[in-house]
């Protein structure tokens, strides 16, 4: 069966500080990929999303970027992060066949102080 | 462009009463696909339903009941008897040919005792 691991779950960083966070998916191939952001009390933001290795689509630029160094693997970076990057990031997949529903990772709640 | 409103940001019923969410979608393409994800307290996304686009037929399932309208660019979402256990974050989210999911910015339920 298909499983997807994001971590860490709860992250303190301070401003300016870089920021990793990693999603794997198992137990399927050529999954879109896909990170999301749920600032408190907002809806869900879609930041970047991937239908390939090296393929990345961003819809919110600013000081975040996203990396698919392999098919299975989705990382989410930012070099230095701002007070306005607080949130709870989720990493998600589909199986790429095209309208199918998205399958969520568990999140990680990240606090920028 | 795709978007998705959710004009209701909250909305409090009294429990047995029967509430639905709006959700309006804009998209040029003619296929696309229309969800509903329930967000518990508990943090964790959980797939209600899809809807092709070539499909208006209205669906029930127990309680939930969607409305798909083409023509109004709709596709509400209907509780009825409505429970406390209903009281979560609903969003509603479009897929279209680039694979590209959004979701709009959700409608917070309260169900009251």
């Known amino acids: 069966s298909q499983t997807i691991h994001q971590w860490p779950a709860t992250l303190v960083q301070p401003v300016g500080s870089p920021l990793s966070l990693e999603c794997t998916v198992e137990?399927?191939?050529?999954?879109?990929l896909y990170w999301y952001r749920q600032a408190a009390g907002r809806g869900l933001q879609l930041l970047f999303y991937s239908v390939g290795i090296g393929q990345i689509s961003s819809e919110v630029p600013q000081n975040l970027s996203a990396s698919r160094p392999q098919d299975r693997q989705f990382i989410l970076s930012s070099k230095k992060l701002l007070l306005s990057d607080s949130g709870f990031y989720l990493c998600a997949w589909t199986s790429g066949t095209g309208g199918e529903k998205l399958f969520f990772g568990s999140g990680t709640q990240l606090s920028v102080l | 462009a795709q978007k998705v409103t959710q004009a209701q940001t909250e909305i409090s019923v009294v429990e047995k009463e029967d509430v639905t969410l709006d959700c309006v979608y804009e998209t040029r393409d003619t296929t696309y696909y229309l969800f509903w994800y329930k967000q518990p307290p508990s943090g964790e996304l959980v797939f209600l339903i899809r809807r092709n686009s070539f499909d208006e037929q209205n669906e029930i399932s127990g309680r939930y009941s969607w409305n798909f309208q083409k023509s109004t660019s709709s596709f509400n979402f209907t509780i009825t008897a409505s429970q406390v256990v209903d009281s979560a974050v609903y969003f509603c989210?479009?897929?279209?040919?680039?694979?590209?999911?959004?979701f709009g910015k959700g409608t917070r339920l309260h169900i009251l005792p």
């Open positions: 137990g399927t191939s050529n999954p879109n």
């Open positions: 989210a479009l897929s279209s040919g680039d694979d590209k999911i959004i």
